[in-house]
């Protein structure tokens, strides 16, 4: 069982260098998100998509992309990486946008801007 | 400004003593979930809270959805080590799916 799959799972870049997270689910989910942890503190949504095609700004969207080209896939986009950026990324997915439904997570990429 | 607000931010105690963990906002939600992490992994889901007032227990934990929807609390009877982790509220007040600003709880045995 798949679920939601991320990577890579570790990454470190130097500053300025651009890179893409790649996340894929196979549970035909339309919603799909991007958050980021620092540690110690809870999620803070990046970018997310209601269905292929669609995207929208999360909390903290600068200096990041997002696209959305087929239900499956939503990768993340880091272009000019910062230090800021050096935190644990997770992608996940859900049936619909409220938290009636549960929502399903990758296992988290570790990315180092040095 | 977080949606969610969490309050401790870090909270460490004995094994066997009681604890709450809140979870405040403005808005106003249809419904609350909490999650916990462990290190390295990602948010697993404990409950989810629908109804204003509602209360759930699971096991020796104890969820409530405030009244008006805008806040809810967690609270743990006589905590285990294994209890130590990350607690987050979340919420969806749209389409987008917000979490709270976390509680790393820590219990020593």
């Known amino acids: 069982n798949a679920g939601v799959t991320q990577t890579p799972k570790f990454r470190i870049l130097k500053i300025g260098q651009s890179m893409t997270l790649q996340c894929t689910q196979d549970?035909?989910?339309?919603?799909m998100y991007w958050y980021r942890q620092d540690p110690g503190m809870g999620l803070k949504l990046i970018y997310y998509?209601?269905?292929?095609?669609?995207?929208d700004k999360g909390e903290v969207p600068n200096g990041y992309n997002v696209s959305r080209s087929t239900t499956e896939d939503f990768p993340l986009r880091l272009e000019l990486a910062a230090p800021s950026q050096t935190s644990v990324y997770f992608c996940?997915?859900?049936?619909?946008?409220?938290?009636?439904?549960?929502?399903?997570f990758g296992e988290g990429s570790w990315l180092t801007v040095v | 400004t977080q949606l969610l607000e969490q309050s401790p931010q870090f909270l460490s105690i004995q094994e066997g003593e009681n604890l709450t963990v809140y979870c405040n906002s403005s808005?106003?939600?249809?419904?609350l979930q909490w999650y916990r992490q462990e290190p390295g992994e990602g948010p697993v889901l404990l409950v989810t809270?629908?109804?204003?007032?509602e209360v759930k227990k699971l096991k020796r934990l104890t969820f409530q959805f405030g009244d008006a929807r805008k806040d809810s609390s967690l609270h743990i009877t006589a905590a285990q080590p294994g209890d130590t982790g990350l607690y987050l509220c979340?919420?969806?007040?749209?389409?987008?799916?917000?979490f709270g600003t976390g509680t790393s709880l820590t219990v020593i045995p």
């Open positions: 979340a919420g969806a007040p749209g389409n987008q799916f917000y």
């Open positions: 808005s106003v939600f249809s419904s």
């Open positions: 809270v629908v109804t204003g007032g």
């Open positions: 996940a997915s859900s049936t619909r946008g409220n938290s009636g439904n549960t929502i399903y």
């Open positions: 998509s209601v269905g292929a095609g669609i995207t």
């Open positions: 549970m035909n989910h339309n919603y």
